[in-house]
């Protein structure tokens, strides 16, 4: 239920702080007086566009806050979702706009977004104002209110989630399959380019060294000749050779090393020096010996460079490491080919069984739609009388439609205020009769459905008389299992209920604003004689209200 409501810095609204009670609760005042205002503010909670307009004169920004409380357990879940505390099932939910047009959302004072707190507010408050009787002509309202009353709440849900799975497996089957032409298309091309790349038979780094291989055979001869002329100058000169001359070096300085220390350091090093060159004239030779002059080797290297310098350029490459990649791209689409023909058949097996799920829950809402509609039918047509439509007909048709979410069902609410020529209810009911049918339709819900709290904006348009006293005490019965806000403008719904609040306009530093205020008891009937003498209150207009609020 909707404890209490704080709105500040909204349109006429400078500060408002209210507590709502249990039961029914009577909102009146002028027309003009802001009785709009206030559902707007509290739309606003329930997800609705904001702008910088709705700010109040002079302010810096707007807020709008609800205290609700009873919220059903099965919430938490949804609470847990979206990251916001659980509070044992009551609930803080703000709306702050500032002066740019943005607005944030809070629920128990964690940020939430718009959808959010619109998902969450069906299931905090429902308001019915005028405008919404066109929801009569809407086969999708019509054909919730019938669930409703056939106990599918549980089965709907499912449907629809059993829908939306066979529209993504279908969705993918044919992205799927458009996939497979594409390749089936490009088959032969991808499997002659993969022959032609693996029988290439790639190696990474192949290029480089083949590119050094080439230099090395081109220029074999001067090669040759440079490496010998090197290893010529270690051969023994005039009989003595580079090795004979060190060694003796070093036997000379060794042999003074025990008069100069300085010179055994020195001999130490002219014997690496020995080694070192003797290592160098042995790999001279080695490399003598690995050096080919073959021009037929040459012409093996350059058609292998040829060869990949081709395919680098077909493939738009510049490394055989990249061409490699491709060779990779092209064996996987051939193997995503066989994969993807798997994937399809699987996809048809899901669809195949996922189709006997939807088949078989469209099919029990259909049987529960048609053994209801009779009942609910009959359920409207006792309301209707009772509220003085004494020789109207209700009937609630279902017939086939194409399989959607909600199965394939179509259902048409049928109506005749004389009890002939059944025509769809949006086009031959007048607007009291709309009025009386939408409150019916309400007041059933509220029997077999866990409702929010309902706010009635003027539901009792078009009546009056005793059927408006019918009316209200259709709306008081209500108001006996759960909470209900009806904004009326007759005496006779306004003299029911638990309490009265009265919506004004006043005048605050020459600015107009709107004020809610509640009643007390002598306030209440001077409120009801206004609504039924007009400006003047008389005493026979105060005493007539004394006997309305008697009667309730």
């Given at each position: 239920?909707?404890?209490s ?29 802001g ?6 503010a ?5 997800g ?39 509070d ?15 607005s ?19 299931h ?30 549980a089965?709907?849900?499912e ?25 089936q ?60 001359s ?50 037929a ?17 077909k493939h ?36 195949a ?44 048709r279902?017939?086939?439609?194409p ?150």
């Amino acid at each position: 239920m909707l404890c209490s409501l704080h709105i500040k810095n909204y349109i006429l609204i400078d500060s408002l702080e209210v507590e709502f009670p249990e039961g029914l609760v009577i909102i009146t005042g002028q027309t003009g007086a802001g009785k709009s205002i206030l559902l707007g503010a509290l739309s606003l909670l329930g997800g609705a566009k904001a702008d910088a307009s709705m700010i109040g004169h002079g302010a810096d920004n707007c807020v709008v806050e609800a205290e609700f409380s009873g919220l059903d357990d099965s919430l938490q879940a949804f609470f847990d979702e979206n990251g916001v505390e659980w509070d044992g099932g009551n609930a803080v939910v703000r709306r702050v706009i500032a002066a740019s047009g943005r607005s944030r959302s809070f629920v128990n004072d964690c940020p939430v977004s718009v959808g959010m707190l619109s998902e969450l507010s069906a299931h905090l408050f429902d308001i019915h104002s005028q405008h919404k009787s066109l929801l009569l002509s809407d086969r999708g309202f019509q054909l919730g209110v019938l669930d409703h009353f056939a106990g599918n709440a549980a089965r709907v849900p499912e449907c629809r989630e059993s829908w939306r799975r066979l529209g993504a497996l279908r969705s993918e089957l044919d992205d799927t399959v458009a996939l497979m032409q594409r390749l089936q298309a490009d088959r032969d091309y991808n499997a002659a380019q993969w022959e032609q790349l693996d029988a290439a038979g790639l190696r990474d780094g192949e290029l480089e060294e083949l590119e050094d291989e080439q230099k090395q055979l081109v220029h074999a001869g001067q090669i040759k000749e440079g490496l010998h002329a090197a290893s010529a100058l270690f051969e023994p000169q005039d009989g003595v050779s580079v090795e004979y001359s060190l060694k003796e070096a070093r036997r000379h300085l060794e042999h003074v090393a025990g008069y100069l220390p300085a010179a055994s350091e020195l001999a130490g090093r002219i014997d690496s020096a020995r080694i070192e060159l003797s290592d160098i004239f042995s790999e001279i030779d080695d490399l003598d010996g690995k050096v080919v002059d073959s021009s037929a080797r040459l012409e093996q290297v350059e058609d292998r460079m040829s060869e990949l310098y081709s395919l680098l350029k077909k493939h738009s490459c510049t490394t055989v490491a990249e061409l490699i990649e491709v060779r990779e791209k092209y064996n996987q689409a051939l193997f995503d080919s066989s994969a993807i023909e798997e994937r399809i058949e699987d996809l048809k097996s899901e669809i195949a069984k996922e189709q006997a799920v939807y088949d078989r829950l469209s099919s029990e809402l259909s049987k529960a739609r048609s053994a209801a509609a009779p009942a609910f039918g009959s359920r409207i047509c006792s309301d209707l009388h009772f509220l003085e439509l004494d020789r109207a007909v209700f009937e609630v048709r279902t017939s086939p439609a194409p399989a959607g979410p909600s199965g394939v069902d179509s259902v048409s609410f049928l109506f005749s205020s004389t009890g002939e020529g059944l025509q769809d209810v949006s086009k031959c009911a007048s607007g009291g009769e709309i009025s009386r049918i939408m409150l019916c339709l309400k007041a059933m819900m509220a029997r077999f459905v866990g409702m929010p709290t309902l706010i009635f904006d003027e539901i009792d348009t078009g009546v009056s008389g005793s059927v408006a006293d019918k009316m209200g005490q259709m709306i008081c019965s209500m108001g006996k299992d759960m909470q209900i806000f009806s904004i009326t403008h007759l005496p006779q719904v306004a003299a029911k209920g638990n309490a009265h609040y009265v919506v004004s306009k006043s005048v605050k530093d020459g600015r107009t604003v709107s004020v809610i205020t509640e009643l007390s008891s002598e306030q209440r009937v001077n409120e009801i004689a206004r609504l039924l003498s007009g400006s003047t209150v008389t005493e026979a207009a105060l005493a007539n209200a004394r006997e309305l609020l008697k009667g309730c």
